[in-house]
C-alpha cells in the first residue's frame, strides 16, 4: 500500500498539493503514482512566472518505461520548480512528497484549493486502480 | 482468455516482482527498480525467466530441406552439433513475419526458438507450409521452461552450480552454440550484450535452478530490463524494429540474409531481390540524443534537407545515462549526421551513430559523439 499523507490534498491525476498559509502551494506527484511509473529518468518542469490554468499540462515525469503528463491541480503562476530534479529524476521515487517536489504555484482563489481531495478521497481512487 | 503463467511465477511473486500482461502472459515487467536491474546484468549476472518464448523442435530427416525454404538465413551452414543460427523468417513479400534462433541438434533434430508474441501467427505459418511428409514432424514444447542468465559473472556463477564436468563443457561452449548436459539444454547465447547462457530445462527444474541462481546472488530481471539492455546491444524487437510490413533490408537485418547459393529459393527472396535492385530508400541507423529528454517509439526525426524518418524503438540509456533509439530513415543519411526528433510537439538535437551503443558493458560511441 503507497503512502497517503493526511495533510496534503490531491487530484485524480496523482499530483500532490500542500497549501501554505500565503497563497502559496507546493506540487509533486503521489507515491502511488511513482511507484506506476518505475524509476524516473527525465523530468520537464514548467517555467518560472508562467500563468497556468487549473488542468493544465505543466510538466512531463518520464520514467524508464513511459512518459507521463503533469497536471496544474489548481489555477496560479510558477514561483520555483525543484531544480535538482535535473540532475536526479530519482528523488521523485525516493521521496516524491519531500525532495521529490516539482514545483511552487503563488495561486489565483484559495478556495480552489477545496474543490481538491483529501487523503481518504484519494486512496478510494487507488483502491479502484 | 486467461493470463497464463510459468513455471517461475511463484517465484516473481516472492521477488516482489510487479506482474502485467505479456502477449497474454503473466510476466515480471521489474522487481523494485528496472535501472538496478539493468545495472545488474551490465556489471554482475542477472537471470530472466523467458519461458513464454516459443520452443518448437522439428525432426525427421526433412527438417533441413524445410528449413532451408521456410528461413531466410541458410541452416546449411549449421555443421556442428548445437550450433545455433539467427534468421527472420518472411511472407511471399519479403516482410518479417517473426525473427527466431534456430538449433541444429543433429541431421534428425532443430529447435527453433519464437517469440511469444506472436505465437499463433507462428504456427499457422509454420504449418502451412510444412510439407505432408513421413519425414518431417513439428512439436511444440510449451512444458519447458526457459531461463536466460546473462551478465559478466553469469557464466562463473551458474558454473558454480554444476558438477565440475559439466562447468568444463560449459566454459568451454563458443558463443552461439548449445549443448545438452543431463537432458538439460545450455546455449551460449543472449538477448543483452553480455556473455552468458539461456537454459531449457522443464518446469520443476526451472524453479529449482532459479531458487539455486538466487542463493548464489544472481538477480532476477524483469521484461523492462530486458528492452533496455537489448535496445542498447542494438538488437532489433519483434513488432517494433521490424513487423510484417517491414523487410530485414530496412530493419538492419541485412546481414542475416543468406543470399549464397542463388538456387535456394528460400520465402521472400524474390521480392527481397527486387527490393535490393530498385534500391533502397531507408535503412536503420542508431540515434543519440544530444539534447535533454527521452526518445521513444514512433517518433518523427527530421534532417536539414527536409527529408525524415521515424523511431522505431528509444529510451533512456542506463548504461549510457543518454537517450537512445533505433530509427528508420533515409538510405542517405550517415553516421556523424545531425538531426532532430519530434519529441512531444518538441524539436530536441539528436546525431546519427552506429550501434550497438554499449557491448559487454562498455560505451561503444567514439567520444566525439557524445
Given at each position: 500500500m503507497s503512502n497517503v499523507p493526511q495533510e496534503l490534498k490531491y487530484t485524480k491525476s496523482h499530483e500532490w498539493v500542500l497549501?501554505?498559509?500565503?497563497?502559496?502551494?507546493t506540487i509533486g506527484i503521489t507515491d502511488h503514482a511513482q511507484e506506476l511509473l518505475g524509476d524516473m529518468?527525465?523530468i520537464?518542469?514548467?517555467?518560472?512566472?508562467?500563468?497556468?490554468?487549473?488542468?493544465?499540462?505543466?510538466?512531463?515525469v518520464e520514467s524508464v518505461k513511459a512518459?507521463s503528463d503533469v497536471y496544474?491541480p489548481?489555477?496560479?503562476?510558477?514561483?520555483?520548480?525543484?531544480?535538482?530534479l535535473?540532475?536526479?529524476p530519482e528523488l521523485i521515487n525516493e521521496d516524491p512528497y519531500g525532495e521529490g517536489w516539482m514545483?511552487?504555484?503563488?495561486?489565483?482563489?484559495?478556495?480552489?484549493?477545496?474543490?481538491l481531495m483529501d487523503a481518504e478521497a484519494y486512496e478510494s481512487i487507488e483502491a479502484e486502480e | 482468455?486467461?493470463?497464463?503463467?510459468?513455471?517461475?511465477?511463484?517465484?516473481?511473486i516472492?521477488a516482489g516482482a510487479k506482474i502485467v500482461?505479456?502477449?497474454?502472459?503473466?510476466?515480471p515487467i521489474h522487481y523494485g527498480s528496472q535501472l538496478e536491474?539493468?545495472?545488474?546484468?551490465?556489471?554482475?549476472?542477472?537471470?530472466?525467466?523467458?519461458?513464454?518464448?516459443?520452443?518448437?523442435?522439428?525432426?525427421?530427416?526433412?527438417?533441413?530441406?524445410?528449413?532451408?525454404?521456410?528461413?531466410?538465413?541458410?541452416?546449411?551452414?549449421?555443421?556442428?552439433?548445437?550450433?545455433?543460427?539467427?534468421?527472420?523468417?518472411?511472407?511471399?513479400?519479403?516482410?518479417?513475419?517473426?525473427?527466431?534462433?534456430?538449433?541444429?541438434?543433429?541431421?534428425?533434430?532443430?529447435?527453433?526458438?519464437?517469440?511469444?508474441?506472436?505465437?499463433?501467427?507462428?504456427?499457422?505459418?509454420?504449418?502451412?507450409?510444412?510439407?505432408?511428409?513421413?519425414?518431417?514432424?513439428?512439436?511444440?514444447?510449451?512444458?519447458?521452461?526457459?531461463?536466460?542468465?546473462?551478465?559478466?559473472?553469469?557464466?562463473?556463477?551458474?558454473?558454480?552450480?554444476?558438477?565440475?564436468?559439466?562447468?568444463?563443457?560449459?566454459?568451454?561452449?563458443?558463443?552461439?552454440?548449445?549443448?545438452?548436459?543431463?537432458?538439460?539444454?545450455?546455449?551460449?547465447?543472449?538477448?543483452?550484450?553480455?556473455?552468458?547462457?539461456?537454459?531449457?530445462?522443464?518446469?520443476?527444474?526451472?524453479?529449482?535452478?532459479?531458487?539455486?541462481?538466487?542463493?548464489?546472488?544472481?538477480?532476477?530481471?524483469g521484461?523492462g530490463?530486458?528492452?533496455?539492455?537489448?535496445?542498447?546491444?542494438?538488437?532489433?524487437?519483434?513488432?517494433?524494429?521490424?513487423?510484417?510490413?517491414?523487410?530485414?533490408?530496412?530493419?538492419?537485418?541485412?546481414?542475416?540474409?543468406?543470399?549464397?547459393?542463388?538456387?535456394?529459393?528460400?520465402?521472400?527472396?524474390?521480392?527481397?531481390?527486387?527490393?535490393?535492385?530498385?534500391?533502397?530508400?531507408?535503412?536503420?541507423?542508431?540515434?543519440?540524443?544530444?539534447?535533454?529528454?527521452?526518445?521513444?517509439?514512433?517518433?518523427?526525426?527530421?534532417?536539414?534537407?527536409?527529408?525524415?524518418?521515424?523511431?522505431?524503438?528509444?529510451?533512456?540509456?542506463?548504461?549510457?545515462?543518454?537517450?537512445?533509439?533505433?530509427?528508420?530513415?533515409?538510405?542517405?543519411?550517415?553516421?556523424?549526421?545531425?538531426?532532430?526528433?519530434?519529441?512531444?510537439?518538441?524539436?530536441?538535437?539528436?546525431?546519427?551513430?552506429?550501434?550497438?551503443?554499449?557491448?559487454?558493458?562498455?560505451?561503444?560511441?567514439?567520444?566525439?559523439?557524445?
Amino acid at each position: 500500500m503507497s503512502n497517503v499523507p493526511q495533510e496534503l490534498k490531491y487530484t485524480k491525476s496523482h499530483e500532490w498539493v500542500l497549501a501554505g498559509d500565503d497563497g502559496q502551494v507546493t506540487i509533486g506527484i503521489t507515491d502511488h503514482a511513482q511507484e506506476l511509473l518505475g524509476d524516473m529518468v527525465f523530468i520537464e518542469l514548467p517555467e518560472i512566472d508562467k500563468q497556468l490554468a487549473a488542468g493544465d499540462e505543466c510538466s512531463v515525469v518520464e520514467s524508464v518505461k513511459a512518459a507521463s503528463d503533469v497536471y496544474a491541480p489548481v489555477a496560479g503562476t510558477v514561483i520555483a520548480v525543484n531544480e535538482n530534479l535535473a540532475d536526479a529524476p530519482e528523488l521523485i521515487n525516493e521521496d516524491p512528497y519531500g525532495e521529490g517536489w516539482m514545483f511552487r504555484l503563488q495561486i489565483a482563489d484559495v478556495n480552489e484549493l477545496d474543490g481538491l481531495m483529501d487523503a481518504e478521497a484519494y486512496e478510494s481512487i487507488e483502491a479502484e486502480e | 482468455m486467461t493470463a497464463k503463467q510459468t513455471p517461475l511465477y511463484q517465484q516473481h511473486i516472492d521477488a516482489g516482482a510487479k506482474i502485467v500482461d505479456f502477449s497474454g502472459w503473466q510476466m515480471p515487467i521489474h522487481y523494485g527498480s528496472q535501472l538496478e536491474e539493468h545495472h545488474a546484468v551490465r556489471q554482475s549476472a542477472g537471470v530472466f525467466d523467458v519461458s513464454h518464448m516459443n520452443v518448437v523442435d522439428l525432426h525427421g530427416r526433412g527438417g533441413k530441406a524445410f528449413l532451408r525454404y521456410l528461413l531466410a538465413n541458410d541452416v546449411d551452414k549449421l555443421k556442428t552439433p548445437g550450433k545455433a543460427l539467427y534468421s527472420c523468417m518472411l511472407t511471399d513479400d519479403g516482410g518479417i513475419i517473426d525473427d527466431l534462433i534456430v538449433y541444429y541438434m543433429n541431421e534428425d533434430w532443430y529447435r527453433i526458438i519464437l517469440n511469444a508474441g506472436t505465437h499463433d501467427k507462428d504456427m499457422k505459418w509454420i504449418n502451412s507450409q510444412l510439407p505432408d511428409s513421413p519425414d518431417i514432424s513439428l512439436s511444440e514444447r510449451p512444458e519447458l521452461a526457459m531461463l536466460a542468465i546473462q551478465g559478466p559473472q553469469a557464466i562463473e556463477k551458474f558454473s558454480s552450480l554444476l558438477t565440475s564436468e559439466a562447468a568444463n563443457k560449459v566454459a568451454e561452449l563458443p558463443v552461439f552454440q548449445a549443448c545438452e548436459i543431463d537432458g538439460i539444454f545450455i546455449g551460449r547465447t543472449g538477448y543483452t550484450g553480455e556473455d552468458g547462457v539461456e537454459v531449457i530445462l522443464p518446469g520443476d527444474d526451472a524453479v529449482d535452478l532459479w531458487q539455486q541462481l538466487m542463493a548464489v546472488d544472481v538477480k532476477p530481471i524483469g521484461l523492462g530490463a530486458r528492452d533496455t539492455l537489448r535496445l542498447e546491444a542494438g538488437m532489433a524487437l519483434y513488432g517494433l524494429d521490424m513487423d510484417e510490413t517491414t523487410s530485414p533490408l530496412v530493419s538492419g537485418l541485412g546481414w542475416t540474409l543468406a543470399w549464397q547459393p542463388e538456387e535456394r529459393g528460400f520465402i521472400g527472396r524474390k521480392a527481397l531481390q527486387t527490393a535490393k535492385q530498385n534500391g533502397l530508400e531507408q535503412r536503420m541507423v542508431g540515434l543519440l540524443l544530444t539534447d535533454r529528454g527521452i526518445l521513444r517509439s514512433h517518433q518523427q526525426v527530421k534532417f536539414a534537407d527536409g527529408s525524415s524518418g521515424e523511431t522505431t524503438s528509444g529510451s533512456y540509456s542506463p548504461t549510457l545515462e543518454k537517450s537512445i533509439a533505433l530509427a528508420r530513415v533515409p538510405a542517405v543519411v550517415k553516421v556523424g549526421d545531425s538531426c532532430e526528433v519530434d519529441i512531444r510537439g518538441r524539436l530536441i538535437s539528436a546525431v546519427v551513430v552506429k550501434y550497438p551503443f554499449v557491448r559487454n558493458g562498455k560505451s561503444m560511441l567514439n567520444t566525439e559523439q557524445t
